[in-house]
């Protein structure tokens, strides 16, 4: 991270970093795979992107902090919505997404899959 100027930058851009499970590394220290954003035309800061996988455990525990409780703990009508936010978020393009989802609402594979096709269906 550079210069003093370059921190209401980094605090803009901290939450969405967090939110998406990424790290706030230095530029120079940035690999391939990192992304440098730059302001005004000066590179900031690099974020370094967590695998999907990793990204999708965030995402469950961040809802668990949302909602204030495990999501198991949700009733029906509300691990529904669970299952479309994660949908819509890409959540079961990810390798063993549907039981990492099924295990956190407490709920069996096939009652994920009965969610999503509700969700087509209606």
Same mark, same amino acid.
Request: glycine share 10%; hydrophobic share 45%; no cysteine.
């Given at each position: ?10 605090? $803009? ?7 998406m ?13 990192d ?10 800061? $690099?974020?370094?992107?967590? *695998? !999907?996988?990793?990204? !999708?455990?965030?995402?469950?525990? %961040?809802?668990?902090?949302r909602?204030?409780?495990?999501l ?7 691990? *529904? ?9 890409? $959540? ?9 989802? %099924?295990?956190? !609402? ?9 969610y ?7």
């Open positions: 991270m550079t210069g003093t100027g370059d921190e209401p930058f980094i605090t $803009a851009v901290k939450p969405l970093v967090d939110a499970g990424g790290e706030m590394i230095p530029t120079d220290e940035a690999g391939p795979e992304v440098v954003l730059a302001w005004e035309g000066v590179d900031v800061v $690099a974020v370094r992107l967590p *695998q !999907l996988a990793d990204s !999708l455990d965030h995402i469950l525990a %961040a809802m668990e902090r909602e204030g409780r495990p198991a703990d949700l009733d029906r009508k509300a691990k *529904q919505e669970v299952v479309r936010i994660l949908e819509a978020r890409g $959540a079961f393009a990810v390798r063993h997404g549907v039981e990492t989802v %099924a295990g956190a !609402l407490g709920v069996s594979r096939f009652t994920v899959y009965n999503l096709n509700r969700e087509k269906g209606a």
